[in-house]
């Protein structure tokens, strides 16, 4: 049987296009079902406030850098979203005067605007972002040093190869209103993938990529960054590919509840837990990697219950 076309944007591939009973599933899980769907390789968290859950997801840079030295480099991948606990980390640099100046850093994605990839000066460039919560906060003689710090440029041959030299402890992530992780978005339904979205296997030789982001993505964008100016939010960016996620230690993926929606919070788990992989959905891929970790707030997971506000 052919699978549905999506509710949202019937020429792409996403999560409404997986089988009804799957999603009825994840919808009526609860916080404690979500923490039973842990296994060996998939752990889950549960922490009752934001200032816990932002210092346990900064906490995860010091470790990181704390383990590096000039001979056995180690570093972070982090992202734009959530981006609460960049300032949090450069406060506990300063403050507990910690020298980081052999950590790593790579910067998970970038716009890509006018056949390039964007300027520090965009409104809103990523690496922009990361250096004025982070880095630029950080004292001069304790930062790392501009070639340890990895964003995404034209040159992807240049970026992939940091992966190699450097061993990444922690992919750190949050999750989008399509299910990505970066932006490892789903891909059009057309051509070889008309009927059925690429295979894991597939998906899992993609590296740093220039890619076309779906509209939901799209439309989450714009709401969390440029207040619902949709027009000024780039349709395409480089992204860190799978490739790379797998070359890190950990995946650990942060959920304060305002990047998804309640149901999306309990679908990845759902199928992280079950072993189920599906390119429909991006986030999934991970039940695959041997060391995966889902962060929750607790008053963020919310309801899946229908009704009219």
Partial sequence: MARPLSNVAPDWWDYTTLEPELLADAARLSAEDILQLARPGFEVFFYDTLEELYLAEALEYIDAWRQSTPDNPVGICGPIGPTEQLPLVARLVNDLELDIRDGHFWGMDEWYLDGEVVSGDHPLSFERADRELLFDRIRSNLVPPDSHLHFPTADVDAFEATWSD???????????????W?????PRREGKWQDAPPSPEEVRTW????????????VQNARTSAGGNLPIVPRMALTVGPKQTWQAERVSIWHPGHHDNP??????ALMIGKGIADAAVPMSLLADHPNVRFSYYRGGLGSTIAEMH
């Fill in 182 to 186: 970066a932006f490892n978005d789903p």
């Fill in 263 to 268: 149901f999306g919070l309990r679908l990845t």
């Fill in 207 to 218: 590296g740093t990529r220039l890619v076309e982001l779906h509209p939901l993505t799209l």
């Fill in 166 to 180: 450097v061993r990444c402890a922690v992919m750190q992530g949050g999750q989008g209103e399509v299910k990505h």
